[in-house]
């Protein structure tokens, strides 16, 4: 959008591109200076903007290969020192009630990776059952993942954060997804609540919910790229699924409102759309409805006089009646002419 087809590069948003790049990405390109080259067209500059995206997300792989690895050799120091003590792998394979004498143990053990810091050890053995229960979940954590890696046929950096960034990415979509899409039924309901509006401009509310629906639709699937390629492209190297995907505390969905026009394009429309939402939600106020004209008279009541000399008594007077002054014209061709 801000580099427009078959457009000039005068005409090009070069300050904008790079912002938006920036914010989107966390890429801080020299846009103004490509599109300033002598015959620079747009295709190159979204071919240079490709390549450094897949660049970054490239390194960004390996950083998180490279702490998984560091990360590997911790795991593994775990569970080789597990398996040398035979005692402690016996615990191990059978838990249950067992967290307190695992908790022992590790307290006890010389070879121990427990180190008491500002705590006596009786105190530490009143806290075995809780430190048995951690140290088990640890080590069936670190097993798992020495297991995955050891299985692993490629053990790169690439290869290794590639295999991690597939989960990462699953578990970023499916959490957007998840909010987007509450968002985007909350609209659709605010939009069905005032919809029927549409009729008093002679438009077919069904075929109008339709077409505004598909493109709340069509703005939520862009909404949903631009937010996961954003939170994957700021992800810091030792980041795990559920840092990915924490961000800014989710709205309520009872709070959220529906999306509205540009305000500055007059349709009173969205004007009463705004005052049913206004009342729905509780808010009072509103914008302000201009009052209704009274309709105009077609004839007078039954029973109410008509004097000859005061046209207001008439009331409404078809164009080939007499009209009302009694001069036996029709009323096209006397009072009526005048109008």
């Known amino acids: 959008k801000h580099i427009p087809v078959n457009a000039y590069a005068e005409q090009w948003e070069t300050t904008q591109l790079r912002e938006e790049l920036k914010r ?3 890429l801080d390109l020299p846009i103004e200076e490509w599109a300033r080259e002598e015959g620079i067209a747009e295709s190159e500059i979204a071919e240079r903007v490709t390549k450094a995206v897949d660049d970054k997300y490239d390194e960004l792989t390996r950083e998180v290969g490279r702490e998984l690895i560091k990360q590997y050799q911790d795991a593994k120091g775990m569970v080789e020192y597990v398996a040398r003590e035979t005692a402690l792998s016996e615990l191990l394979a ?9 908790g022992q143990h590790l307290l006890s053990s010389e070879n121990s990776p427990i180190r008491l810091n500002g705590i006596s050890s009786d105190d530490a053995m009143q806290q075995a059952p809780q430190i048995g229960f ?16 050891d299985g692993a046929s490629d053990r790169s950096e690439l290869a290794v954060g590639g295999s991690r960034m597939r989960k990462i990415e699953k578990t970023v979509l499916l959490q957007t997804l998840d909010h987007l899409w509450r968002e985007h039924i909350v609209t659709l309901e605010h939009l069905r609540q005032v919809i029927g509006f549409r009729s008093y401009g002679q438009r077919d509310p069904l075929n109008e919910y339709k077409s505004e629906g598909y493109q709340l639709f069509e703005v939520m699937l862009s909404n949903l790229r631009e937010e996961v390629t954003g939170r994957l492209m700021h992800l810091q190297a030792g980041a795990t699924e559920d840092d990915a995907v924490r961000g800014e505390e989710e709205p309520d969905p009872a709070q959220l409102q529906a999306l509205h026009p540009d305000p500055r394009q007059s ?21 302000a409805l201009e009052e209704k004209r009274s309709p105009v008279q077609l004839r007078k009541k039954p029973g109410d006089a008509v004097d000859p000399n ?10 080939n009646a007499p009209c009302p002054c009694g001069s036996g014209k029709k009323y096209k061709h006397c009072h009526g002419s005048h109008q």
């Open 134 to 149: 951690q140290f088990f979940q640890s080590y069936m954590q670190a097993r798992e993942f020495v297991s995955e890696i």
């Open 267 to 287: 349709d009173p429309e969205w004007a009463m759309a705004d005052a049913a939402l206004a009342v729905a939600d509780g808010r009072g106020g509103g914008v």
């Open 24 to 26: 989107v990405f966390s």
């Open 310 to 319: 005061d046209p207001t008594t008439w009331g409404k007077v078809a164009r």
């Open 94 to 102: 059978r838990p249950g009630d067992t967290f307190a004498a695992i």
